[in-house]
C-alpha cells in the first residue's frame, strides 16, 4: 500500500460538483491531520503536502535531533544516531523531517480514513448545492425529466443535480416523458435529514413573470414593470403592467407584433389564456380594466370592506363572470376588491328585492347568485334555463315567474 492506493482518485475531486479546489484541499487535510491527531496524539509537528490536480499526497514529520539515549518524545525527538542513517551530517539540535507512508497507520486506520473523507465530502456537497439553489429561488432553471410517478417528477439539472416537480405545481394540462425538456422556478429548497430538496414550480406567479421578463427586453431592462399578476394555471391569468417611459406602451409591448411575444408564453403555459391591462392606482379604473372584456355601467366601492358593487347591462354580465366565474375571480384576486356584478336596473324593472314580501329571501339570494337581481331578468330565462342555473325546483320557479309577471301587466 502506497499514498496514491488511497489517494487514485484525488484527481477527480476537481470534478466534484459545487466543490471548488481550495475547499477540497482544506477538508483533505483537515481529515488527515485527525488521522495524526488520533495516532500520534498531536499534529503540530506534521506538515501535509496536497496535489489534488495530480492526485499526490505526502505526509512529513518533522522531529529535533537528541543525543542517545536522551528520546522523551519519539513523535517529536529523534536519536542522533537514527538520524545519522538518513544523513552521516545531522548534528544535536538540527531538524529532521522525515516522511510517513500510509501503510504505517494499519488497513483499519485507512479504511476509516476513506470513509471518513467519503462522509466529509457528501456533507460539503450537500451544503453547498443548498446554498446554490437557496440563491436561486425564484428564478428559472431548465433541466430534463428524468423520472415521471404519479405525486412528482424527477429533474435532473445540467450538472444532474436532482430536483423535484410536485403534481401539486405542475399545470393540470402538464405531460412530460422521461428526456423531455423542461422550465419551471425553483419554488423553495429545504434540507430534510441533512439532504437539500429542491422544490420546482410552474404554478406560481413568479414562473409567469419571469416568462415575461424573458420574451418582453422592455420588461428585462426595468422601462416595464409587472405590478400584479392573478393566474388559475392552465385557466387564465391577468397581468397589470405599467410602464416608467411614457413613450413606451406597456400592454403593447407586451403582447408584440401580431401576438407573437405572448403566442411563447402562452404555450410554455399550456394555453393559458393571458390578460394584459394597464395598472392603475384608481380602484374604479383598475377594476373597470380587470373585467375587460365587459363594459361597466357604474361602480360602488366600499374601501372598508374591501369590495366594490358593479352594475352592467344585461348583455354584458355573462362577459364580466365569465366562463365558470374565472373572469369575475382573476378581477377580484388582481385589484385586491371582492365584485359582485349586479344588472344595470331599467326604469320599468324592479329589484327583486322588492319582492320579499311574496318570496322567500333565500330564493331571491339564490337567484342574484347568478346575475338575476330584477324582475326582468328572471323573466327573460326560460324555467328550464332557471332551474339549470339555480337548481331550484320547476315549481318554485313557475310561482315566481307567476309573481313577477302580475308586477307588469
Known amino acids: 500500500m502506497d499514498n496514491l492506493n ?30 495524526l491527531q488520533k495516532t500520534y496524539e498531536n499534529d503540530e509537528n506534521f506538515d501535509i503536502i496536497i496535489n489534488p490536480d495530480k492526485g499526490d499526497l505526502e505526509i512529513w514529520r518533522n522531529r529535533v535531533i537528541v543525543e542517545d539515549g536522551a528520546v522523551e518524545n519519539p513523535n517529536q525527538q529523534i536519536a542522533l544516531s537514527e538520524a545519522r542513517k538518513m544523513d552521516p551530517t545531522y548534528e544535536v539540535g538540527e531538524e529532521v ?8 497507520f494499519g488497513r483499519r486506520a485507512v479504511l476509516s480514513l476513506r ?15 443548498y446554498e446554490k439553489y437557496s440563491d436561486k429561488v ?25 430536483l423535484i416537480l410536485p403534481k401539486s405545481e405542475q399545470i393540470p394540462s402538464d405531460f412530460f416523458r422521461k428526456g423531455d425538456t423542461i422550465r419551471a422556478i425553483v419554488s423553495k429548497v429545504e434540507m430534510i435529514n441533512n439532504t437539500p430538496k429542491i422544490i420546482l414550480s410552474r404554478t406560481a406567479d413568479e414562473f409567469l413573470e419571469r416568462l415575461f421578463e424573458l420574451e418582453v427586453p ?31 406602451d406597456p400592454v403593447g409591448a407586451c403582447v408584440g407584433m401580431k401576438g407573437s411575444r405572448i403566442y411563447s408564453i402562452v404555450k410554455e403555459l399550456r394555453n393559458e389564456n393571458i390578460d394584459v391591462i394597464n395598472y392603475t392606482t384608481n380602484p374604479q379604473l383598475l377594476i373597470q380594466r380587470a373585467l ?5 355601467s357604474s361602480i360602488n366601492i366600499d374601501e372598508e370592506k374591501k ?13 364580466a363572470i365569465g366562463k365558470g366565474g374565472l373572469n369575475i375571480r382573476l ?9 359582485d356584478v349586479y344588472r344595470e336596473v331599467e326604469e320599468e324593472d324592479v329589484n327583486l328585492d322588492e319582492f320579499s314580501d311574496e318570496i322567500d329571501q333565500w330564493i331571491i339570494d339564490t337567484l342574484k347568485s347568478v346575475g338575476c337581481d330584477t324582475a326582468k331578468s328572471v323573466l327573460e330565462l326560460s324555467p328550464e334555463e332557471l332551474a339549470n342555473r339555480t337548481d331550484l325546483e320547476e315549481e318554485t320557479i313557475r310561482e315566481v315567474i307567476n309573481i313577477l309577471k302580475s308586477e307588469f301587466e
Do not use: C
Open 6 to 35: 488511497l489517494i487514485s482518485n484525488f484527481a477527480e475531486f476537481k470534478e466534484l460538483k459545487n466543490i471548488d479546489k481550495t475547499t477540497m484541499i482544506g477538508v483533505l487535510e483537515d481529515v488527515f491531520r485527525h488521522l
Open 97 to 104: 523531517a522525515d516522511e510517513i507512508k500510509l501503510e504505517s
Open 115 to 129: 470513509q471518513n473523507l467519503a462522509s466529509r465530502i457528501m456533507d460539503l456537497e450537500k451544503a453547498n448545492l
Open 138 to 162: 425564484g428564478e428559472i432553471i431548465t433541466g430534463e425529466v428524468y423520472q415521471v410517478w404519479k405525486k412528482e417528477i424527477l429533474v435532473l439539472d445540467d450538472e444532474d443535480n436532482e
Open 218 to 248: 422592455e420588461i428585462f431592462d426595468g422601462l416595464i414593470t409587472i405590478k400584479k399578476i392573478a393566474r388559475i394555471p392552465g385557466e387564465r391569468a391577468k397581468v397589470a403592467v405599467e410602464s416608467y417611459d411614457e413613450r413606451v
Open 292 to 296: 375587460n372584456p365587459a363594459k361597466i
Open 307 to 319: 369590495s366594490a358593487a358593479v352594475y352592467l347591462k344585461p348583455s354584458e354580465v355573462s362577459l
Open 331 to 339: 378581477a377580484s384576486m388582481l385589484t385586491g376588491y371582492d365584485i
